[in-house]
């Protein structure tokens, strides 16, 4: 059996698992996952625990909509399983038809390396090329690809690494900090059942991330313990300003984490 769904959907099937360790799930294989990041704990879990890969996809509308698939090539199977995971956790590699790129602010395309960061861009013969009677048109294309508005890298081997949304990119003292990274890793701490980080307004430092997390059924999880966890996995300077437990964050019509409601709520919390 083959299924789909976003994170949170996922997540939410996880952690019922984990209460009912009984149930069986051994007809489902694999799952296409997508509509934000996916935590690289949540596919490491299934994998390890219910034997169904996560197959991380990527799209938008505009793309109709997959437009790329993380699964392994035929020469990584024999790698170890953790090497594997680097590569699952990545938003995969253009569907055939597809190309991509990674271009910088004056639009110069960027090396496939792994390292380069910039926009994304995509063309192909079924992405749109332009908004109908849209005035947002001649900024969203350019000599016929179209801006994704993600922040990404791309692997030697042709895997797109997503960084953030190039909205949610924190930037704080001239340097950016991937709000997706941040809590990517936070989700790997147990306890945690969700995790959302943004940057907020500083009076030093122009934005800082803040943390809002939503801890498991029974687990007492901390401060400290998420900032002794993240202490060897982020550079200092990512570590987020403040961690605020919440009961529930909230979420789109699609499932996605809905950073604009979180930002708008707590724009003033680093300010005070």
Same mark, same amino acid.
């Given at each position: 059996?083959?299924?789909?769904?976003?994170?949170?959907?996922?997540?939410?099937?996880?952690?019922?698992?984990?209460?009912?360790?009984?149930?069986?799930?051994?007809?489902?294989? @694999?799952?296409?996952?997508?509509?934000?990041?996916?935590?690289? +704990?949540? $596919?490491?879990?299934?994998?390890?625990?219910?034997? /169904?890969?996560?197959?991380?996809?990527?799209?938008?509308?505009?793309?109709?909509?997959?437009?790329?698939?993380?699964?392994?090539?035929?020469?990584?199977?024999?790698?170890?399983?953790?090497?594997?995971?680097?590569?699952?956790?990545?938003?995969?590699?253009?569907?055939?038809?597809?190309?991509? &790129?990674?271009?910088?602010? +004056?639009?110069?395309?960027?090396?496939?390396?792994?390292?380069?960061?910039?926009?994304?861009?995509?063309?192909?013969?079924?992405?749109?090329?332009?908004?109908?009677? *849209?005035?947002?048109?001649?900024? +969203?294309?350019?000599?016929?690809?179209?801006?994704?508005?993600?922040?990404?890298?791309?692997?030697?081997?042709?895997?797109? !690494?997503?960084?953030?949304?190039?909205? *949610?990119?924190?930037?704080?003292?001239? =340097?950016? $900090?991937? +709000?997706?990274? /941040?809590?990517?890793?936070?989700?790997?701490? #147990?306890?945690?059942?969700?995790?959302?980080? /943004?940057?907020?307004?500083? %009076?030093?430092?122009?934005?800082?991330?803040?943390?809002?997390?939503?801890? @498991?059924?029974?687990?007492?999880?901390?401060?400290?313990?998420?900032? =002794?966890?993240?202490? %060897? !996995?982020?550079?200092?300077?990512?570590? #987020?300003?403040?961690?605020?437990?919440? *009961?529930?964050?909230? &979420?789109?019509?699609?499932?996605?984490? *809905?950073?604009?409601?979180? !930002?708008?709520?707590? =724009?003033?919390?680093?300010?005070?």
């Amino acid at each position: 059996t083959f299924s789909a769904g976003v994170p949170t959907v996922w997540l939410a099937i996880q952690h019922h698992l984990e209460a009912n360790p009984d149930l069986d799930i051994s007809n489902i294989k @694999k799952f296409l996952c997508g509509g934000s990041a996916v935590p690289r +704990s949540m $596919i490491d879990w299934f994998e390890k625990n219910a034997g /169904v890969r996560v197959v991380q996809g990527w799209g938008m509308t505009e793309t109709n909509p997959v437009a790329a698939a993380s699964t392994l090539k035929p020469w990584m199977e024999g790698w170890t399983w953790e090497k594997k995971l680097d590569v699952l956790e990545t938003a995969g590699r253009p569907i055939p038809g597809l190309q991509v &790129k990674i271009v910088d602010e +004056s639009f110069a395309t960027l090396p496939n390396d792994g390292e380069a960061f910039g926009e994304l861009l995509i063309r192909g013969p079924w992405i749109a090329a332009e908004y109908y009677n *849209d005035p947002r048109s001649p900024e +969203s294309f350019v000599d016929g690809w179209l801006r994704t508005g993600d922040v990404c890298k791309i692997t030697p081997d042709g895997y797109v !690494r997503i960084t953030d949304r190039a909205k *949610d990119v924190i930037k704080s003292g001239g =340097e950016w $900090i991937s +709000s997706l990274d /941040v809590e990517n890793e936070i989700m790997g701490c #147990p306890g945690v059942a969700e995790a959302t980080v /943004v940057g907020l307004a500083h %009076p030093k430092w122009q934005e800082r991330p803040v943390a809002f997390i939503v801890t @498991k059924e029974n687990f007492d999880v901390t401060e400290s313990d998420i900032r =002794e966890y993240l202490g %060897p !996995r982020i550079a200092d300077w990512w570590m #987020p300003d403040a961690f605020i437990f919440i *009961d529930d964050i909230p &979420k789109t019509g699609t499932g996605k984490f *809905d950073k604009k409601v979180v !930002r708008a709520e707590y =724009e003033n919390l680093l300010m005070e």
